[in-house]
């Protein structure tokens, strides 16, 4: 009799014990799965994914242009034509390996600056012209506050040597120099740079 009895007994802790590894089970389960839920919601908000400040909209509201939106001559416009991509008259190019992954949008300042350079009887004048990633409004920036940018860049010519105007690695290292003078002054002014490179369309030492 004993024997029934604890067998009796018996049957129901197993049945609870299997249920109980049942839930553990289930429990774990969705918690994997929710934890890869996150994992790749934080990878597509962060930018790992394509999204975040790499995707259509940038930092501060900044957007990158596609280079499918780039601007372009329109050989119907003449010169100082404007077309946007494949409308606007101005074809865009066959699709191609490598080059910028967003549209280059370029300023040329109006003025040539002039400046001494540092500790010589030298003189250097150049023309620059800017380029940025983002849409108008980095521009529209760098035109509001156009006198302070000059002055920037002023400031970082007097400070270059002659060695680095003579050679093609110094103005190299000249051009990212204004880069960050530049930056730096729009990033006091509004809180965002967004410069992504300087060219010279004239460069004269004397």
Do not use: C, W
């Not at 930018?47 to 119907?76: D, F, T």
């Not at 500790?119 to 920036?141: E, K, L, R, W």
């Not at 680095?164 to 990033?187: E, H």
């Amino acid at each position: 009799m004993s024997d029934k009895k604890d067998d009796k007994e018996a049957a129901p802790a197993k049945k609870k014990g299997g249920m109980m590894k049942l839930i553990i089970i289930i429990v774990g389960g969705l918690v994997i799965v929710g934890g890869g839920v996150g994992a790749g919601v934080y990878a597509a908000t962060s930018g790992m994914l394509g999204g975040g400040k790499h995707g259509a909209e940038a930092e501060n509201g900044y957007k990158l242009v596609p280079k499918s939106e780039q601007k372009r001559i329109s050989a119907a416009a003449g010169e100082g034509g404007e077309g946007h991509g494949s409308g606007g008259g101005g074809e865009a190019p066959p699709p191609g390996q490598g080059g910028d992954q967003y549209a280059s949008n370029y300023y040329t300042m109006d003025k040539e600056f002039t400046s001494n350079l540092q500790d010589s009887v030298h003189f250097i004048q150049v023309g620059i012209a800017i380029s940025t990633p983002y849409d108008d409004t980095v521009i529209t920036n760098l035109k509001t506050n156009e006198i302070a940018v000059r002055s920037a860049i002023l400031m970082t010519l007097s400070d270059t040597t002659e060695d680095q105007v003579f050679t093609n690695q110094g103005k190299q290292i000249l051009q990212k120099r204004l880069v960050k003078s530049i930056n730096d002054t729009l990033k006091q002014k509004e809180g965002f740079g967004g410069i992504g490179n300087v060219y010279f369309t004239n460069f004269v030492v004397q």
